[in-house]
Nanobody, 122 residues
Framework: QVQLVESGGGSVQAGGSLRLSCTAS????????MAWFRQAPGKEREAVAT????????YYRDSVKGRFAISRDNSKRTVYLQMNSLKPEDTAMYYC???????????????WGQGTQVTVSS
């Protein structure tokens, strides 16, 4: 069964930190690209960070560089997103996704989690 399960969302004040986790079923993980996307109300879903499970190469959107860090633990089939120095504009539903190649396009990913809410207050 293909499955991605996110956890770790919540509410924090600006400047705070959160760590998101995404655990994949064995059928989903493999040598692939795992990504974190986010979608704020009324806005399009956008890629935040991606990581290749094989070589660990990472990519970030400019607005989160230096604040967010994506990592993976292949033994646990889990990908993490450490979010520091959070800003109100980071408020969104965060989704984990799996694809073959690390691209920032939504269409590049074939499996998605249910999402976890992150709310940052000023």
């Amino acid at each position: 069964q293909v499955q991605l399960v996110e956890s770790g969302g919540g509410s924090v004040q600006a400047g705070g930190s959160l760590r998101l986790s995404c655990t994949a079923s064995a059928a989903t993980y493999g040598n692939s690209c795992m990504a974190w996307f986010r979608q704020a109300p009324g806005k399009e879903r956008e890629a935040v960070a991606t990581i290749y499970t094989g070589n660990g190469n990472t990519y970030y959107r400019d607005s989160v560089k230096g604040r967010f860090a994506i990592s993976r633990d292949n033994s646990k089939r889990t990908v993490y997103l450490q979010m520091n120095s959070l800003k109100p504009e980071d408020t969104a539903m965060y989704y984990c996704a799996r694809g073959r190649y690390c691209r920032f396009a939504v269409s590049a990913y074939d499996y998605w989690g249910q999402g976890t809410q992150v709310t940052v207050s000023s």
